[in-house]
C-alpha cells in the first residue's frame, strides 16, 4: 500500500524516526541525549554531534521495525524547523542525502504544524475546526486549526515560553535537569493553593511567562531568609502552587478561546501536554463546559518522529514537495 514514507526528526535533543504507511503510523523510533543533564539545560554544539552518531542506526531501526527496505520508500521528511540550526542540519542533510540516493521527493515539515497533527496518528480524532494549546519549551500558542494544513495562531506568548518557566523554576529549587517533569511529579503530592502568585495581564489571548519566574526567585529568596530549610521542607506545596498558576494562566486563555470562537474541541500538543496537572484540569474543564477535549499519548507529546511522518502523509497527498535546495529554518512561522 502506498505512499510509504520515512519522516526525521532532529530539531533540539531528540534522534527520531518513523515510518507511517498509507496514513499509518508504523513505529516512532527515539534515541535521547543525556548529555545535557550535567550542564542543567540542552548545548547545541553536543546536540548537533549527538545527531550525527544517533540518525543512522535510529533511521535503520525505524525501516527494520516497519518491515520496510529503503527502496520501499515513496518520500523523505524531515523537521525543517523551528529548531537549532545545527540539530536541524544534520536530519535536512540526512534527508537530502537518502531523497537524491533513491530519487523519491523530500517533504519538509513545520515541527509545531506536526506537534497538532500528532492527534490524527490515533483514535479518537478531532474535526475542524478545533482549536490546540501548544505547549513547549520553546512555544506556547493557541492555534485554530481549520484543515491539516491550515492552521492560524490566535494567541500566543510575548516572551518566554511555559515550558520555560517550568524549566527556570526547576533550576532554581535545585532539582536536576529536565526540571519540568520533577514539578509535575512533586506537584502531585502537595497543596496548589498553598502559596499564590500574581497574575500577569497581558491583551487578547496572549501570554506572559517572564514575570512568574521573577516573581518565584524572589518568593524564593524571602522565603529562605526566614527559614533555609524552606524548599526542602516545603517541595511538594511549592511545586504544586507554582504548576496551579501556571496552568491556570494556559486555561483561562483557553476559555476565552472557545468563548470567542464558539469552537467546543479542544487538544494540547507539545511537550507540556505531559503535565498531569495540565491534563487533568483540562478534562475537568472539559467536562464543566462540554467540550470534546484530545490529549495525546505521552510518546507523542515530546519531539517525535511520529507526528512528523503524519504531516507529512498529508503533504504528499497533495504532492507538497521541497527542492533539493531547501535549508532549514531556526525560526519558522507556524503557518510556512
Known amino acids: ?55 543512522v542506526a535510529v533511521v535503520d531501526a525505524a525501516l527494520e521495525g516497519a518491515g520496510v527496505t529503503r527502496t520501499d520508500l515513496d518520500a523523505v521528511a524531515f523537521t525543517r524547523g523551528p529548531g537549532l540550526m545545527g540539530a536541524l542540519l544534520v536530519g535536512v542533510s540526512f534527508a537530502k542525502g537518502l531523497a537524491m540516493g533513491l530519487k523519491i521527493p523530500l517533504i519538509e515539515v513545520n515541527h509545531m504544524q506536526a506537534h497538532v497533527l500528532a492527534h490524527f496518528i490515533d483514535e479518537p480524532r478531532p474535526s475542524f475546526p478545533f482549536l490546540c494549546l ?4 520553546g512555544h506556547t500558542q493557541i492555534v485554530l486549526v481549520k484543515d491539516h494544513l491550515d492552521m492560524e495562531v490566535i494567541g500566543q ?39 499564590k502568585f500574581s497574575e500577569t495581564v497581558m491583551p487578547g489571548l496572549d501570554f506572559s511567562f517572564s514575570g512568574i519566574k521573577t516573581q518565584f526567585l524572589y518568593f524564593l529568596r524571602d ?21 496551579h498558576h501556571l496552568v491556570s494562566m494556559l486555561l483561562t486563555r483557553v476559555e476565552q478561546a ?19 496537572g495540565l491534563r487533568q484540569r483540562l478534562q475537568a474543564l472539559g467536562g464543566q463546559h462540554g467540550w470534546d477535549v484530545f490529549i495525546p499519548a505521552f510518546q507523542y507529546c515530546t519531539d517525535n518522529a ?31
Open 1 to 55: 500500500m502506498r505512499p510509504v514514507i520515512l519522516a526525521i526528526e532532529s530539531s533540539c535533543d531528540e534522534t527520531s524516526a518513523s515510518v507511517i504507511r498509507n496514513g499509518k503510523v508504523l513505529n516512532n523510533i527515539i534515541a535521547s541525549q543525556a548529555v545535557h543533564q550535567k550542564y542543567g539545560g540542552v548545548v547545541p554544539e553536543l546536540a548537533s554531534r549527538a545527531h550525527q552518531q544517533n540518525i
Open 134 to 137: 501548544t505547549v513547549s519549551g
Open 157 to 195: 506568548t510575548q516572551d518566554d515560553a511555559v515550558g520555560e518557566a517550568f524549566d527556570k523554576a526547576a533550576k532554581i529549587l535545585g532539582l536536576p535537569y529536565p526540571g519540568g517533569p520533577l514539578i509535575d511529579k512533586h506537584a502531585q503530592q502537595g497543596n496548589p493553593r498553598a502559596y
Open 223 to 243: 522565603k529562605k531568609k526566614e527559614n533555609p530549610a524552606f524548599v526542602e521542607e516545603n517541595l511538594a506545596d511549592i511545586c504544586a502552587s507554582l504548576q
Open 258 to 276: 472557545c468563548a470567542r470562537t464558539g469552537i467546543r474541541q479542544v487538544a494540547i500538543a507539545g511537550g507540556v501536554s505531559a503535565n498531569q
Open 306 to 336: 511520529g507526528m512528523i511522518a503524519m504531516a507529512a502523509h498529508y503533504k504528499y497527498q497533495r504532492g507538497l514537495f521541497a527542492p533539493l535546495d531547501v535549508t532549514p529554518l531556526a525560526r519558522m512561522p507556524l503557518s510556512a
